[in-house]
């Protein structure tokens, strides 16, 4: 479980509020949900033979002996949550974002972590293909607003109509070239066969060309929904990489399932993944509820994303006595009170310690309250880019206008 010190903690912020600003655009409100659930839930939704469930999950026991877990994912419970609280009596679509930590017990390497954070969205109700290309634009603006490119990778897994078939004729053909696969995927035919086309074994890789591709056994009406949704894609100018070995590893997902991978990342790519489940809500008890959605790994995004603490900003009051340090705080305050960033010595250092200490931290200007400055009534102003010096008045700074000055 990693720390965030500043500036990635910053970083991680900037991030955030781009997001929050484009959902709050795109129609999206924000759920606030437990980190723990009831462990049975994300076995129940998540699937009982996913990675997830069999092997990452932090389970921990309350003291009535019930099984928690630390939340996985987010969509379990949004969409448990739904169901409680009968979010569809105002009517359908119901838009949520949430953002937050994710807990998973895996092997820690670059990108992954056992406590990460995820920004998620789910669009309730709507069976529409527009609504999986909307989420996947709303995906894709929040990563150009960061300036992360990435590249949609794009798929489709039918539904309960198309793909029992489908994994019937995997699966046979999985038994007959098990041998060759490698150990992980020999226990997966039984278990998880869809797994098996997401291994990213070269050996397997090289069996799966020739595995039976869901494509070619979707039902007519998994078939349209996929063909329109790559219209409204490129309509709007995305080009998704068609990879028809792409699946999830949770269960729940029906036809679309997408990632957002970025080619400057290593092995752990995916920024963002999502796709549509349109049984989940359903299986959690509630009316059968189509939905779609998708998860932003902020780690990831945030491996991508530069820190911006070159940007000079505010003003360090700097003072050169005892007596100019209290009227340094005042000044400071008054600045802070008109919205302005404003600092002020609190190491009891010397005046050229405090005008280092303006630089180093970022600030556009230094304002001196020297003994003369007190006698006089004026203040000394340095803009710390330019290195220029110049007078100005109390009044002068405080009325903001730091160009007009002099
Ligand atoms: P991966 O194939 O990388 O394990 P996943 O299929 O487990 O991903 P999801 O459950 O779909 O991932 O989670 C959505 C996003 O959350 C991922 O695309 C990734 O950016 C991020 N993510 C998932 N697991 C971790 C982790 N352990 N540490 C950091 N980020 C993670
Ligand atoms: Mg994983």
């Given at each position: 479980m990693e720390d965030i010190?500043?500036?990635?903690s910053?970083?991680m912020?900037?991030?955030e509020?781009?997001?929050?600003?484009?959902?709050?655009?795109?129609?999206?409100?924000?759920?606030i949900l437990p980190v723990m659930e009831?462990?049975?839930?994300?076995?129940?939704?998540?699937?009982?033979?996913?990675?997830?469930?069999?092997?990452?999950?932090f389970?921990?026991?309350?003291?009535?002996?019930?099984?928690?877990a630390l939340r996985p994912e987010a969509?379990?419970g949004?969409?448990?949550?739904?169901?409680?609280?009968?979010?569809?009596?105002?009517?359908?679509?119901?838009?949520?974002?949430y953002v937050g930590p994710m807990f998973r017990?895996?092997?820690?390497?670059?990108?992954?972590y056992r406590q990460f954070h995820q920004l998620g969205?789910?669009?309730?109700?709507?069976?529409?293909?527009?609504?999986?290309?909307?989420?996947?634009?709303?995906?894709?603006?929040?990563?150009?607003?960061?300036?992360?490119?990435?590249?949609?990778?794009?798929?489709?897994?039918?539904?309960?109509?198309?793909?029992?078939?489908?994994?019937?004729?995997?699966?046979?053909?999985?038994?007959?070239?098990?041998?060759?696969?490698?150990?992980?995927?020999?226990?997966?035919?039984?278990?998880?066969?869809?797994?098996?086309?997401?291994?990213?074994?070269?050996?397997?890789?090289?069996?799966?060309?020739?595995?039976?591709?869901?494509?070619?056994?979707?039902?007519?009406?998994?078939?349209?929904?996929?063909?329109?949704?790559?219209?409204?894609?490129?309509?709007?100018?995305?080009?998704?990489?068609?990879?028809?070995?792409?699946?999830?590893?949770?269960?729940?997902?029906?036809?679309?399932?997408?990632?957002?991978?970025?080619?400057?990342?290593?092995?752990?790519?995916?920024?963002?993944?999502?796709?549509?489940?349109?049984?989940?809500?359903?299986?959690?008890?509630?009316?059968?509820?189509?939905?779609?959605?998708?998860s932003?790994g902020m780690e990831?995004?945030?491996?991508?994303?530069?820190?911006?603490?070159?940007?000079?900003?505010?003003?360090?009051?700097?003072?050169?006595?005892?007596?100019?340090?209290?009227?340094?705080?005042?000044?400071?305050?008054?600045?802070?009170?008109?919205?302005?960033?404003?600092?002020?010595?609190?190491?009891?250092?010397?005046?050229?310690?405090?005008?280092?200490?303006?630089?180093?931290?970022?600030?556009?200007?230094?304002?001196?309250?020297?003994?003369?400055?007190?006698?006089?009534?004026?203040?000394?102003?340095?803009?710390?880019?330019?290195?220029?010096?110049?007078?100005?008045?109390?009044?002068?700074?405080?009325?903001?206008?730091?160009?007009?000055?002099?």
């Amino acid at each position: 479980m990693e720390d965030i010190l500043p500036p990635r903690s910053k970083t991680m912020r900037r991030l955030e509020e781009i997001a929050r600003e484009l959902l709050a655009l795109y129609g999206y409100d924000e759920i606030i949900l437990p980190v723990m659930e009831q462990a049975e839930l994300y076995l129940r939704s998540i699937g009982e033979e996913t990675d997830i469930v069999q092997k990452e999950m932090f389970i921990l026991e309350d003291r009535a002996g019930r099984k928690l877990a630390l939340r996985p994912e987010a969509t379990a419970g949004v969409a448990r949550a739904f169901v409680e609280h009968g979010m569809d009596r105002g009517g359908l679509p119901v838009k949520l974002f949430y953002v937050g930590p994710m807990f998973r017990h895996e092997r820690p390497q670059a990108g992954r972590y056992r406590q990460f954070h995820q920004l998620g969205v789910e669009l309730i109700g709507p069976a529409s293909p527009e609504a999986d290309a909307e989420t996947i634009l709303l995906a894709l603006h929040i990563l150009k607003r960061a300036d992360i490119p990435v590249e949609l990778r794009l798929n489709t897994v039918g539904d309960a109509s198309c793909r029992p078939s489908y994994l019937r004729e995997l699966l046979g053909f999985l038994r007959k070239r098990g041998e060759q696969l490698c150990g992980e995927c020999q226990r997966r035919i039984e278990r998880n066969p869809l797994r098996v086309l997401d291994c990213k074994e070269p050996r397997c890789r090289e069996i799966l060309k020739e595995a039976p591709l869901i494509h070619d056994s979707l039902c007519a009406e998994c078939r349209a929904h996929w063909e329109e949704l790559l219209d409204v894609l490129r309509q709007q100018g995305v080009e998704p990489l068609i990879d028809p070995l792409l699946v999830r590893g949770l269960d729940y997902y029906t036809r679309t399932v997408f990632e957002l991978v970025s080619p400057n990342l290593g092995a752990q790519n995916a920024v963002a993944a999502g796709g549509r489940y349109d049984y989940l809500i359903e299986e959690m008890g509630g009316k059968r509820t189509p939905a779609v959605g998708f998860s932003l790994g902020m780690e990831r995004a945030l491996l991508l994303m530069g820190d911006r603490d070159d940007i000079r900003e505010g003003v360090y009051v700097v003072a050169q006595s005892e007596t100019a340090r209290r009227q340094a705080l005042n000044l400071a305050m008054e600045l802070r009170k008109r919205g302005l960033r404003a600092e002020v010595d609190v190491m009891r250092r010397s005046l050229k310690a405090q005008m280092r200490e303006a630089d180093r931290r970022n600030f556009q200007y230094a304002v001196i309250l020297g003994e003369e400055e007190l006698a006089g009534g004026y203040l000394t102003l340095k803009d710390m880019a330019e290195g220029v010096q110049r007078t100005t008045s109390w009044d002068g700074l405080l009325s903001g206008n730091f160009e007009a000055m002099e």
